[in-house]
Every structure is written in structure tokens, then in C-alpha cells.
């Protein structure tokens, strides 16, 4: 079936650093790829998403590009802050209405 | 404020107790979903409704009974629960081919 590899965390940075967050996928067809976060105490907020083969989706100075050639949707943050800190998962949709979520990146940022 | 409300936030319930969750969502979105949040697990689809239809049910005990009155309404009923039961459980929902929108959760333990 569908599936999400994320790379495992913690992952640790200082304030203003670059951060990548793999993401590659499984899946047949061409799906949708989303990234969400997760703050504490919080549920899942979408983050951005993209339909197709190299769709950029971006919000809040993340960004992510839909590459087919590679299944791969990597999460990118040019300067993070503290506020940042959070768990963030990749998710695809399957044909129909089902969503299938990596099992999630928790990034630390340190002031 | 996604546009989704989940009730209780928190819940304690012993192992012969019924209850209820509750997930509303006003946003004209056709699919609802119930998720289960575990430590250190990944995020687990329970039901999706579609069109007020079930139309997946992953294989979950048939001790949570999820009932959808309407569009805007989800129920998950809970009873004769056990210890592993406790968790977050996240409902969402979401219309064509966007993203899902969650709520913030109920974090239910069962003792």
C-alpha cells in the first residue's frame, strides 16, 4: 500500500539555521502531498500541499517541491526561529478520501 | 482556529464507562475523519465519513462506535475501553482534493 518515510528526529538546530525535513513516499498514481505541524497541546495544522509533479507548495517561509522523479516532497525553512519548534509530518492522499501520514519529525530550535 | 472543535479537550474514563467525543466542523467540507495519536506511534486512521457514509473503518475494535448525523457532526461513542486506549484522539475534515482540517484534539485517558 500508499506509505510516508520522514526522517526520524529529534532534529536539533540554533535559531536563523537552515532546516531540510526528508520526506519521500510510496504510492501509486500521483497523489497529493501535504506537510502539517504540530505545536504542543495542539492538533494538526496544514502547513502547505501540493497536486502535482513540480508543484512548489510554501507558507511562512517553508517551502516544499513535489518531485516525482525522486517521490520525494523535503521540507525547507531558510532562517528557523524558536517559535518553529514543533513536530511536523508529511502525508499523502490516496484515491478517494484517505490520508496517509509519515510517522512525524520533531525539530528543536534553540535561541 | 481551524474551523474544527472537538469535546471534550479531556477526558478520564474508567474501563466500564460510556462516553462520547464530539467533532463539529462548519467549514462545507463533505469528509470527516476520526485519528488516534499514540506516543511514539504514528498517526492511525480510524474512520472516514464521506458524504455521511462510512467508508473506511481500519480494522478498529468494536469497542469505538463513530456515527455521523449530518455533514457538520461526528460522534465517536467509547465503551468498555481499555488502558492502550489512552491517546489523542483527532478528528478532521476536508472537501475534494485539499488538505484536512483537524481539531485540537481530546486527550482521553482510560483508567
Known amino acids: 500500500g500508499n506509505s510516508v518515510t520522514q526522517m526520524e528526529g529529534p532534529v536539533t538546530l540554533s535559531e536563523e539555521a537552515f532546516l531540510t525535513i526528508n520526506c519521500t513516499y510510496t504510492?501509486?498514481?500521483?497523489?497529493?502531498l501535504f506537510w502539517y505541524v504540530q505545536y504542543p497541546g495542539e492538533g494538526l495544522q496544514l502547513l502547505l500541499k501540493?497536486?502535482?509533479?513540480?508543484d512548489k507548495g510554501s507558507n511562512k517561509g517553508f517551502e516544499a517541491t513535489y518531485r516525482k522523479e525522486t517521490t520525494s516532497f523535503h521540507l525547507e525553512k531558510g532562517s528557523v526561529q524558536v517559535s518553529d519548534s514543533a513536530v511536523y509530518f508529511c502525508?499523502?492522499?490516496?484515491?478517494?478520501?484517505?490520508?496517509?501520514f509519515g510517522a512525524g519529525t520533531i525539530l528543536r530550535v534553540k535561541s | 482556529e481551524t474551523g474544527v472543535t472537538q469535546t471534550p479537550r479531556h477526558l478520564v474514563m474508567g474501563m466500564t464507562n460510556k462516553k462520547s467525543l464530539k467533532c463539529e466542523q462548519h467549514?462545507?467540507?463533505?469528509?470527516m475523519y476520526w485519528y488516534k495519536q499514540s506516543a511514539k506511534k504514528p498517526l492511525e486512521l480510524m474512520f472516514v465519513y464521506s458524504l455521511e457514509e462510512r467508508v473506511e473503518n481500519n480494522s478498529v475494535p468494536s469497542r469505538f462506535s463513530p456515527e455521523c448525523p449530518n455533514s457538520s457532526h461526528l460522534f465517536l461513542h467509547l465503551h468498555t475501553l481499555q488502558p492502550e486506549d489512552s491517546a489523542l484522539y483527532l478528528c478532521?475534515?476536508?472537501?475534494?482534493?485539499?488538505?484536512?482540517?483537524f481539531g485540537q484534539g481530546t486527550r482521553l485517558t482510560v483508567v
Open positions: 501540493a497536486t502535482k509533479a513540480d
Open positions: 504510492a501509486t498514481g500521483y497523489p497529493s
Open positions: 467549514l462545507g467540507h463533505n469528509a
Open positions: 478532521a475534515s476536508s472537501q475534494g482534493q485539499g488538505g484536512a482540517f
Open positions: 502525508a499523502l492522499r490516496e484515491y478517494g478520501n484517505k490520508l496517509v
